[in-house]
């Protein structure tokens, strides 16, 4: 015997991220056929349509599988060779194949086999004669439906297969099904396998098949049953009658006629009417026997309901426990207020009403109409339907009423008392909860409540008291407004409010608390809320607190105060703008942190900065990685807005740290050399301008210390002195013994500084002092003069006063003693003598004569 060579490969895809961990490889003849090792250590081959198999060269690989699905393989006839090895298999699939002969002796070993699928294959199994005997012995579940259907059917006799309890079968009409002992048996036209044509169904067709429990005879395109049809099904516990269109609710009085002597648990009538055309109303003889039946879970969805008759309600049964009415089209009638009356109900399900049907599926639907509906089955009297009977009935329900003349009590509406659950999901409604609601009783029992895809634009009102409310789902509902005491429900710890429009009101910081009242709350869903702002209080109120749901908001900084939140255990931030965590929030997420639960953070699509000064958090984020959702795809962005992914920044961190290191010397350094730079600008130009700002820093203190300007300096008579004469010390004797001689006459007056200077004052006081008061200031230039401090300031000082106070006048005078080379004098010096001129003085005779002269003239003018 070969040895079987099955590789095995572990599938990286089914590595352990979901709950429910599989085992995949490859196995069977060449490895192409896939193996899966599930939880409940059944290992499944999995060899559909591969096209040129045989069946023998599966079994042969078989080794520890125990579940073959063989369908699609083209094979033929079975015989006992072929299934050399398969023996020890405990289900096998055969659907879609050309079985048209099993020989006797195939499953002769399979003791084991408890579930075979023969469907969709060429068997005979409707035929007179057929053989069941060639299936195995042990066989739990068959299904053999889609094969084909003689003209004359004849149900096959399983009764030898003890241990067979389930049947998938086709379904037709004028015919028994004879299964005495099967417990389940679904000739379901749903799925698409089964040819299901049970036109009717009267008192024969299920009268041999007693011990069914379940019974599936959807989309079947039954027409008529009659009222003892389900008499004889004891057992019945579920029944699916779902999608036979042509139905419609008339034949709910036949259906609960016969279900009245079952132990009916589960019904669905669902989808009895074609979707298109007006309303519908449930009446009084549709409920007749319901009452009477044991239902628990009614399914009447999509029947285009658009009211009850008033009072038909009271025959609700009092075992029904959940009831789904989805796809209706409910308006108001009394028979609302009358929804007290179904007792015992714990759940409602009345999601997507008003919701239309794509229109593509109308002339399907309509082309399958078999005739039009007779109007004597309108006519069907209920024998329960009479006043005493409900009304006696009413009186047996908590909250029920019967209605008498239509009089109704609008202010006072009720609701079942055990209700629990109610979802009512994407129903078009639209709804201004400003107001305050309440209902009776007063201590309801709903525990959770989905209206989500509504309409509700305000809710500032205040729906209640639902004391015992955990769950509140009012997710897609376009709500941009909550009132601050609307959310007023103790005991709520699930709050969906995930895509609605309260960012602006979270925005707004006397608006933004409308969750103080959620003391129980543990689950909050504000995604995709346009949330851009958060206050730090908004959730500080929610003392249970464990999960924070804001994904898809634009939140950059999440600043929120989460000191107050002990349990807060995980943050959903997926898809914000965040660039980084503060501090607080990272230490009370750390110190919520439990041996049971860690902490755990989304922070998926968001902007986190990859930046110098965010380096703390970013070693805190590779850190805390495991606590982090999906951190291998997390992006972060740098300063230069280059996106990089987390294992980039996971190596990069350490340069990271060296380059902001060099960017702080850089800073320091850029801060000095721009200081440095600066302080030689500035230096540079009151260097430049040191003349104008001395000369006009002493104008300004003049002025504050009371010094009056002169009102007119053109007046001759405002001038103390005609020139004030500024000489180097050197050459005092020049001024003492010409200058003074020579011009100070009685019409000129000089200031000399050793004769004129006030004592006591500062020199330069007494500089600018003898300048202002002089009409002109003579500098006697020598090279004496050029190295004198006190002579640079003065020479300065009157070129400033020239060229400021002196308007068109130019007032300084320069009179060149000697010769002085250029490259002696200071810049300004030279350009005052190139723009204005000098005297040059000579010793000889004439020209000595005429300098006197012309200084004395240039004084005077
Ligand atoms: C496996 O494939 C090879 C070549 O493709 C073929 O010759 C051989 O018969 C195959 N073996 C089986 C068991 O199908
Ligand atoms: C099934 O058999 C294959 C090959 O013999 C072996 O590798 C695998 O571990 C077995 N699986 C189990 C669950 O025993
Ligand atoms: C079926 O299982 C039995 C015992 O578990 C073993 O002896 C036998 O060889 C198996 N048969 C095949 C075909 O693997
Ligand atoms: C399969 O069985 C049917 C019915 O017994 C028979 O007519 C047909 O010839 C068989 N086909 C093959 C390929 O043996
Ligand atoms: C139902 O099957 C039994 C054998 O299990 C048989 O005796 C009986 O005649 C069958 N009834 C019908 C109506 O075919
Ligand atoms: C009836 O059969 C259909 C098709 O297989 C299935 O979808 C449906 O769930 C079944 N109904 C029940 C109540 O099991
Ligand atoms: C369904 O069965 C009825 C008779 O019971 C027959 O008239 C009708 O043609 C059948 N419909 C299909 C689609 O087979
Ligand atoms: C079916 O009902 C008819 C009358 O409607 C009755 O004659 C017949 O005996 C009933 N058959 C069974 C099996 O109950
Ligand atoms: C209800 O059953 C009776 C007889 O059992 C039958 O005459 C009537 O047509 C049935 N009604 C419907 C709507 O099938
Ligand atoms: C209610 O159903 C039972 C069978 O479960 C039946 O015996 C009884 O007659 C029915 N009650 C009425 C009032 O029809
Ligand atoms: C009832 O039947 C419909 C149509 O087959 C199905 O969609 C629905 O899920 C069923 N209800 C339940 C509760 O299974």
Redesign the pocket.
């Known amino acids: 015997m070969s040895t079987l060579q099955i590789t095995l490969i572990v599938c990286m895809f089914a590595t352990a991220k979901s709950v429910n961990a599989m085992t995949v490889y490859t196995c069977g003849p060449n490895n192409t056929c896939v193996c899966t090792y599930d939880k409940q250590e059944r290992i499944t081959m999995d060899c559909e349509g591969r096209g040129n198999l045989k069946l023998s060269e599966i079994c042969v690989f078989i080794g520890n599988v125990t579940s073959l699905k063989a369908g699609r393989n083209n094979f033929?006839?079975l015989t006992a060779s072929d299934l050399k090895g398969c023996e020890n298999l405990t289900e096998i699939s055969f659907n879609f194949n050309?079985?048209?002969?099993i020989e006797r002796e195939t499953f002769q070993d399979f003791r084991h086999l408890h579930l075979l699928d023969l469907s969709r294959n060429?068997l005979?199994v409707y035929s007179k004669g057929w053989d069941a005997s060639c299936l195995p012995k042990n066989l739990q579940t068959l299904k053999i439906n889609g094969n084909p259907i003689p003209y004359n059917v004849n149900f096959p006799n399983l009764d030898s297969h003890d241990n067979l309890n389930k049947l998938t079968s086709d379904g037709f009409s004028n015919t028994a099904f004879n299964v005495s002992k099967i417990a389940s048996l679904s000739l379901s036209g749903l799925n698409l396998e089964t040819q299901c044509n049970l036109t009717q169904i009267n008192n024969n067709t299920f009268s041999l098949s007693d011990s069914l429990k379940v019974l599936n005879i959807s989309a079947c395109g039954v027409i008529s049953i009659t009222a003892g049809a389900f008499e004889h099904l004891h057992s019945l516990e579920v029944l699916d009658l779902s999608y036979n269109r042509q139905l419609e609710l008339w034949s709910l009085a036949n259906v609960t006629y016969g279900l009245q002597f079952t132990r009916i648990r589960f019904l669905n009538i669902s989808n009895l009417f074609s979707r298109f055309g007006g309303g519908v109303q449930l009446t009084m003889p549709n409920f007749c026997f319901l009452w009477n039946i044991t239902v628990e879970d009614l399914d009447i969805s999509g029947n285009k309901i658009d009211s009850i008759e008033t009072n038909a309600l009271i025959l609700t049964p009092p075992s029904l426990k959940i009831i789904r009415v989805n796809h209706n089209k409910f308006w108001f009638g009394p028979y609302v207020l009358q929804l007290g009356c179904l007792g015992n109900v714990s759940t409602i399900f009345s999601s997507r009403l008003n919701y239309i049907p794509n229109p593509f599926i109308y002339t399907l639907e309509n082309s399958k109409r078999y005739s039009a509906p007779k109007v004597e089955l309108y006519q069907m009297t209920c024998p329960f339907c009479n006043v005493d009977f409900l009304k006696e009935y009413a009186m047996r329900t908590k909250e029920c009423s019967y209605i008498e003349n239509g009089v109704i009590d609008l202010l006072n509406p009720k609701i079942p008392v055990k209700l629990e659950r109610l979802i009512a999901n994407d129903c078009d409604y639209r709804h201004d909860l400003s107001s305050n609601y309440s209902y009776n009783p007063e201590n309801i029992s709903i525990r959770y409540i989905d209206i989500s895809g509504n309409t509700f634009v305000s809710v500032t009102g205040y729906v209640g008291d639902i004391p015992m409310l955990e769950t509140l789902n009012m997710s897609r509902c376009y709500i941009s407004t909550i009132g601050l005491t609307s959310l007023n429900y103790r005991s709520l710890k699930t709050l969906r409010l995930a895509d609605n429009d309260l960012g602006a009101q979270l925005a707004d910081s006397k608006r933004s608390n409308i969750f103080d009242m959620l003391q129980s709350l543990q689950d909050l869903d504000l995604s995709s809320n346009g949330i851009t702002v958060l206050f730090t209080s908004t959730f500080t109120e929610l003392v249970n607190l464990e999960r924070l749901d804001l994904s898809n908001n634009d939140i950059e900084h999440f600043d929120v105060n989460i000191n107050t939140l002990p349990h807060l255990l995980q943050i959903n931030l997926e898809i914000n703008s965040i660039h980084t965590l503060n501090i607080g929030v990272r230490r009370k997420l750390e110190a919520n942190e439990n041996d049971r639960s860690k902490f755990s953070i989304n922070l998926q699509n968001n902007s986190l900065a990859y930046e110098c000064n965010n380096q703390e958090f970013l070693h805190w984020l590779i850190q805390h990685k495991a606590n982090m959702v999906g951190f291998s795809i997390y992006r972060f962005v740098t300063s230069d807005d280059v996106t990089i992914t987390f294992d980039k920044m996971m190596t990069d961190l350490d340069h990271l740290a060296s380059r902001c290191r060099s960017y702080v010397a850089v800073i320091i350094i850029g801060l000095l050399a721009l200081a440095t730079f600066l302080s030689v600008i500035i230096g540079g130009v009151i260097y430049k301008y040191r003349w104008r700002i001395r000369y006009l820093m002493y104008m300004s203190k003049k002025r504050f210390f009371g010094y009056h300007m002169l009102p007119d300096y053109t007046a001759i008579q405002n001038y103390k002195y005609d020139a004030f004469i500024s000489y180097a010390e050197d050459n005092i004797r020049f001024i003492l013994d010409d200058v003074i001689p020579r011009l100070e006459t009685d019409i000129i007056s000089l200031c000399i500084h050793q004769r004129d200077f006030i004592p006591g004052n500062a020199v330069s006081d007494n500089i600018i002092h003898a300048i202002q008061s002089s009409r002109k200031t003579v500098v006697i230039l020598s090279n004496a003069f050029l190295k004198s401090k006190w002579c640079m300031y003065e020479f300065n000082m009157a070129r400033m006063e020239s060229i400021y106070s002196r308007g068109e006048d130019i007032s300084l005078v320069i009179v060149m003693l000697e010769t002085v080379p250029n490259s002696a004098m200071p810049l300004e010096m030279l350009r005052w003598i190139q723009d204005n001129n000098y005297i040059e003085y000579t010793t000889d005779h004439e020209g000595n004569a005429l300098f006197w002269d012309k200084l004395r003239r240039v004084i005077t003018s």
Request: aromatic letters at 0%; zero cysteines.
């Open positions: 033929g006839n050309q079985i048209a002969h060429l005979q």
